[in-house]
């Protein structure tokens, strides 16, 4: 099954593509000028991944939409490569040696599926270590910018971590009951 999923840069740019907002569905035109290939091979990709059950199409007039299926057996797996290497997570891991020392950073499952947060003081992204707090704000600047809506974060030292965990702190576990995926680190120092 690995071998079914990248095969070619055209099924690369197009996973970037349909993941980094999976709440959208996109013409065919639209995936030729995002992904910047020719149309024949962003064709023949799409229906390869439609065979494999990643893609589904929908006919509306005379175009095809094209959106990545929510129940393929990886999408949450292929999301997280997603989120780490388009949008924030790629920006924060890119700028990884300006921020400071990251020994963690994770992303809220809302933000990286693109869904409304239920709570307007929900978490979008946390991050733990010594961080540059002014490199750090750039980023996210420039992010709310490309979104156009506010990121809620949070900063945290490892100390703090530690001892927000061994107090079972409500806001700590608040960001940790909902869903995740870590950018940098290791789900273990996360949670334990």
Same mark, same amino acid.
């Given at each position: 099954?690995?071998?079914?999923?990248? @095969?070619? &840069?055209? /099924?690369? #740019? %197009?996973?970037?593509?349909? =993941?980094?907002?999976?709440?959208?569905? $996109?013409?065919? +035109?639209?995936?030729?000028?995002?992904?910047?290939?020719?149309?024949?091979?962003?064709?023949?990709?799409?229906?390869?991944?439609?065979?494999?059950?990643?893609?589904?199409?929908?006919?509306?007039?005379?175009?095809?939409?094209?959106?990545?299926?929510?129940?393929?057996?990886?999408?949450?797996?292929?999301?997280?490569?997603?989120?780490?290497?388009?949008?924030?997570?790629?920006? @924060?891991? &890119?700028? /990884?040696? #300006? %921020?400071?020392?990251?020994? =963690?950073?994770?992303?809220?499952?809302? $933000?990286?599926? +693109?869904?409304?947060?239920?709570?307007?003081?929900?978490?979008?992204?946390?991050?733990?270590?010594?961080?540059?707090?002014?490199?750090?704000?750039?980023?996210?600047?420039?992010?709310?910018?490309?979104?156009?809506?506010?990121?809620?974060?949070?900063?945290?030292?490892?100390?703090?971590?530690?001892?927000?965990?061994?107090?079972?702190?409500?806001?700590?576990?608040?960001?940790?009951?909902?869903?995740?995926?870590?950018?940098?680190?290791?789900?273990?120092?996360?949670?334990?």
């Amino acid at each position: 099954m690995l071998k079914d999923l990248f @095969i070619s &840069k055209t /099924r690369v #740019k %197009l996973l970037e593509t349909l =993941l980094a907002d999976p709440t959208q569905m $996109f013409h065919v +035109r639209d995936l030729v000028r995002k992904t910047g290939d020719e149309i024949n091979a962003v064709r023949r990709e799409l229906a390869r991944m439609e065979i494999l059950g990643m893609a589904k199409k929908e006919p509306r007039g005379n175009r095809l939409y094209y959106w990545f299926r929510h129940d393929y057996v990886y999408y949450f797996d292929l999301l997280s490569l997603v989120a780490k290497t388009t949008g924030l997570g790629a920006a @924060i891991i &890119k700028n /990884r040696s #300006k %921020l400071g020392r990251v020994a =963690l950073c994770m992303l809220s499952s809302r $933000f990286v599926r +693109r869904i409304p947060k239920k709570d307007p003081e929900e978490v979008d992204l946390l991050i733990v270590g010594d961080v540059n707090m002014s490199e750090l704000g750039h980023i996210i600047r420039a992010e709310e910018t490309l979104r156009g809506q506010p990121i809620n974060y949070t900063p945290m030292t490892e100390d703090e971590l530690k001892f927000r965990r061994t107090r079972r702190d409500p806001f700590l576990l608040s960001i940790l009951t909902h869903g995740r995926f870590l950018v940098i680190g290791d789900e273990e120092d996360l949670v334990s």
